[in-house]
């Protein structure tokens, strides 16, 4: 099993809802990301996101958009960021996603991306735009190396995209609660729910719900209804207002999952099982 598999596992015998944090690696500096990621995990985080910076990050917002031009500029690429995972993995075993795009990865080579990603501790790889109807072969080659491979459903995807995305993903499906890019939002769209219910009749691996979720408020609506929910721009903003509050700034986001007393909350009857 990978961290990440072992991740769910463990917040289904807690009856929790996990909290999934991106950031982009290498912003503000390849070196500052480590310490970054600690603060994440010490907030309150349970699985990491480490963002690949990408020139043309379609469906990134203009906090992200701007974090990746900061992160390109001070030397990240994506050989760096599997430096940055093996430096994290000398002091901690949080789950590891990496979350890049197709042509970073077609560059890199998908053989020798997954051998070193493995070899960096890195535990899953989501290609933000791989079209899923053509990923077997990406799939395949992730999986003998033994990294989950996680992708994305939509409010607009399509029954028989839903059950690719299912048949294709491991560790968890990523839920995109709205159209657009990623970014924060006043509240959750109303696209949200129904599509964690489409989903469900397909798959019963863990679902995580991102885009859009940056306040505790947001976290709360969510507790129960999805087994993780994922914080990104909110963040990604916190690290360049000030970076030393991002420990804080995370056990905010991350206190409504837990109890008055600090444990770890029991789901909603129904959903987390």
């Known amino acids: 099993m990978t961290r990440i598999a072992k991740l ?11 909290m999934i944090a991106y950031l982009t690696a290498g912003d503000p500096s390849p070196d500052a990301t480590p310490a970054l990621v600690a603060a994440l995990e010490r907030g309150g985080a349970d699985l990491i996101e480490l963002g690949v910076p990408f020139s043309d990050p379609i469906a990134d917002g203009p906090v992200i958009q701007q ?16 430096h940055i995972a093996a430096e994290i993995r000398k002091t901690s075993e949080v789950p590891l996603l990496l979350f ?14 997954a051998r070193e990603a493995k070899a960096a501790g890195i535990d899953g790889c989501l290609l933000t735009d791989v079209s899923v109807e053509e990923a077997g072969d ?8 033994g990294l989950d491979t996680v992708f994305l459903a939509a409010p607009t995807s399509t029954e028989e995209r839903l059950k690719l995305v299912a048949q294709y993903s491991s560790g968890f499906i990523y839920l995109v ?31 995580a719900m991102g885009f859009g979720i940056s306040t505790p408020a947001h976290v709360a609506s969510l507790e129960g209804k999805v087994e993780a929910v994922v914080v990104g721009s909110a963040i990604v903003r916190q690290i360049e207002a000030d970076s ?6 995370m056990r905010d986001l991350s206190r409504p999952l837990l109890s008055p007393d600090g444990a770890s909350r029991s789901a909603v009857p129904g959903t987390i099982s």
């Open 177 to 207: 609660s709205r159209t657009g890019i990623t970014g924060e939002q006043e509240s959750i769209s109303g696209t949200a729910m129904p599509l964690v219910q489409r989903m469900r009749a397909h798959t019963s691996l863990p679902l």
């Open 138 to 145: 990406y799939v395949k080659v992730m999986r003998e190396a």
């Open 67 to 82: 974090a990746g031009d900061r992160a390109i500029k001070a030397g990240t690429n994506l050989a760096r960021v599997l």
């Open 244 to 249: 030393s509050r991002l420990e804080e700034f």
């Open 8 to 18: 769910f596992e463990k917040l289904r015998e807690q009856k929790r809802t996990g």
């Open 100 to 113: 890049t795009y197709l042509n970073p990865a077609l560059r890199f080579g998908f053989e020798r991306l």
